[in-house]
């Protein structure tokens, strides 16, 4: 089934979908210009914005619902942004409205919880002001209705994360991790410019609704596109082999590590496939490369995951790993997005509940992040426990909760495309078994390994409650999307179908397979890190430990060929000039010095010697004369 | 008869030259550039009796009443410069130099 044809719309709650970006930006105008004078209340107006963004949201959708299903595909004019190129729109489609529900109701949620986390940092207000800005620009990345008003959203959501990332920009390690998260989404984002000029000089025009409509036809440059869209969303969703700054965003907060670099941004790759699926539809070379991009990322991240030992670090391995699973399915087509974005709105949850979780953990801990200083934590942290235990259930696919409805489904759907990328998505999975389950024994359960002056407490309500919330959807959200093929039949207007949908096979060979080795990862888990005693110090481990510790050596790859050739060349322009340019410089001047300094040596100061060279030019020029008047 | 003149003129300009060039003392060299300067008054005041009209000897009144300031001036000059340094020397007087 092709996507449905986009209407224009105006009036109702869809007329004003624009509220959704403005409310936000306006907030965090507020709090950034109002400056310390709004320090007392900033944190409230930051919330206020985002659940009335969700509000917002959520009577959109509503009405949305209201129409016809083939009907539910609405382009509301704003304003002409670049006369004769681009009108700026906005799409409210079913693709764009989950990201949108997703984006202010986890974003509200993590809102509330940053009022507890952040409330003794002097920076609070600053912090609201970002996050505010991040959700504007994160809305405007999904509701533009053409690549402009989506980049623009992209740059937006990269500038809220690298202001986020260096959050604490006193800390070098912070600062410096912000800049290589925005660094390494430069390159991605080159990518991201040369598939939009193709677009322009392929289609004349950047409106979705004209540009994929026609992605298919024959002199449409569609593999070049797909592959230059990828690179671009490899960049912001930290896919091989543009990952390395998602570990290093760690630094950053940890409601933005749950938001921005679980949640929601590096999502922003994901949707940005999904929404140019008819590129990749037409470019089977291009579709390839992602789903070899998802596959590979997806076993990284996981080896990733499973040898850190700080909290943060091991929960982004997993992002990586998960982001992965949405790529491969986003890459097997039409029968793979309903699968990639339901599984990205369940990641969303667990993930977002995960990270808060250990940022709840972190905050009784005095900011300790090893793993191996925590440990028998459940009885102390029983909100945490639970909420993180049901997420973490939900991650390594558990039966019937969230994940094990949605990465099911990519795992059966890839297997459908090519058993080969289904099979190592089963693997994945079984490691997501093992290192979701060692964070979570290491943290919760085992020995107290905690540091002397320790006296974790459970956190205040305003940040168990979105605890609460989030593992609500953890749990129920997978059967809530897929059971029924409710999430397909509703997505597909905007994304289109397969012909036949993929049945929900419980009891296949990989269902099980899955299932049996997720319980063998898990065991596996408990038997080293829940029942027997963890070193306080890591121990060297063999030779992959070292592999997974240093992020697979992609910081080194990245070190020798890049970052090292590329210092040769600045010293090599820095010899030039010093040597080159201002040796030429220099040495002119040395030599006009030098001469005019020999040259005043014939300045004497004896007056009689002036007089006879007076008297030796009169001699000649008298002389000159003679000759001349000779002549 | 004019050429007895010149040949004068040009005798008293090259003792004075020489004595400008080979001499120290400040006052002999100020009095050599009299000598040079009163015979190119001679050489003038000779061509103008043979061409017969007037404009050499004005010259000439020209040449002297320089010649006078010139006096006044380079007098103050050596007088100063004799009574800070006890020496009339012009090879003394070389401080303005490289």
Known sequence: MEPAEIFPHSGGVIGVSWLMIALPLLGAAILLLGGRRTDRWGHFLGVAMSLASFVVGVLTFVELLGLGEEQRRRVVELFEFIPGMVNMGLLVDPLSISFVLLITGVGSLIHIYSIGYMSHDPGRRRFFAYLNLFVAAMLLLVLADNYVGMFIGWEGVGLASYLLIGFWQHKPSAATAAQKAFIVNRVGDFGLLVAMFLIWTTFGSFAYGPVLGAAGDANVPATAIGLLLLLGACGKSAQLPLQSWLLDAMEGPTPVSALIHAATMVTAGVYLIVRSGAFFQAAPTAQLVVTIVGVATLLAGAIIGTAKDDIKKALAGSTMSQIGYMVLAAGLGPIGYAFAIAHLITHGFFKASMFLGAGSVMHAMNDEVDMRKYGGLASVMKVTWATFGLGYLAIIGFPLLSGYWTKDGIIEAAMEHSPILGWLAVIGAGLTGFYMSRVFFMTFHGKRRWAEDAHPHESPAVMTWPLILLSIGSVFGGAFLIVGNRFMTFLSPAVGAPEEPLGFHPFSVPGITTLVLVAIGAGYAWTKYGRSEVPAVAPRGSFLTTFARRDLYGDALNESLFMRPGQWLTRLAVFFDNRGVDGLVNGLAAGIGGSSGRLRRIQTGFARSYALSMLFGAAVVAGALLLVGNL | ?98
């Open chain 2, 1 to 98: 008869m004019t050429t007895h003149y010149l040949v004068l003129s040009a005798l008293l300009f090259s003792i004075g030259a020489v004595g400008v060039l080979v001499r120290r003392n400040a006052i002999v060299v100020f009095m050599c550039v009299e000598l040079m300067l009163n015979a190119c008054n001679l050489a003038f005041v000779t061509f103008a009796r043979q061409h017969g009209n007037l404009d050499g000897q004005i010259i000439a009144f020209f040449v002297m009443v320089v010649a006078a300031a010139e006096v006044v001036v380079g007098l103050a000059i050596i007088v100063t410069i004799f009574r800070t340094r006890r020496s009339a020397s012009v090879d003394d007087a070389n401080l303005l130099k490289y």
